[in-house]
């Protein structure tokens, strides 16, 4: 599986730009996805997932990490094989690389959200928030 970012770029505070992501792969649809963010020095940080649950997507589950909670929303599109990240009312502090990830396996609880755990990985865009 191949994950291609984009999307990323320079934003003034308060805009709201979407991050796109798409996969090559036939199964994408089974796959769990991640929009994780990366500032220099510090750790890839989760931003988003969307959880595969099995079956019909009406199992699957969202989660958003407390700093973009109300902000951010994540969706995927499976017949484009795309996962989005709608980012709103950005901050300076929201700048960062952004990176989508992709998991074949399924997970539960704090695995859903570690970086460690997903299989796959675009190739990150920047996005620099202006103030």
């Known amino acids: 599986v191949q994950l291609q970012a984009s999307g990323g770029g320079l934003v003034q505070a308060g805009g709201s730009p979407r991050l796109s992501c798409a996969a090559s792969g036939r199964t994408f649809s089974t796959y769990s996805m991640g929009w994780f963010r990366q500032t220099p020095g510090k750790e890839r940080a989760i931003v988003a997932a969307i959880i595969y649950r099995g079956g019909s997507w009406r199992g699957g589950t969202t989660y958003y990490a407390d700093f973009v909670t109300g902000r951010f929303t994540i969706s995927r599109d499976n017949a484009k094989n795309t996962v989005y990240l709608q980012m709103n009312k950005l901050k300076p502090e929201d700048t960062a690389v952004y990176y989508c990830?992709?998991?074949?396996?399924?997970?539960?609880?704090?695995?859903?959200?570690?970086?460690?755990?997903?299989?796959?990985w675009g190739q990150g865009t920047l996005v620099t928030v202006s103030s």
């Open positions: 990830a992709g998991m074949e396996k399924y997970c539960s609880g704090a695995g859903c959200y570690d970086s460690k755990e997903y299989d796959y």
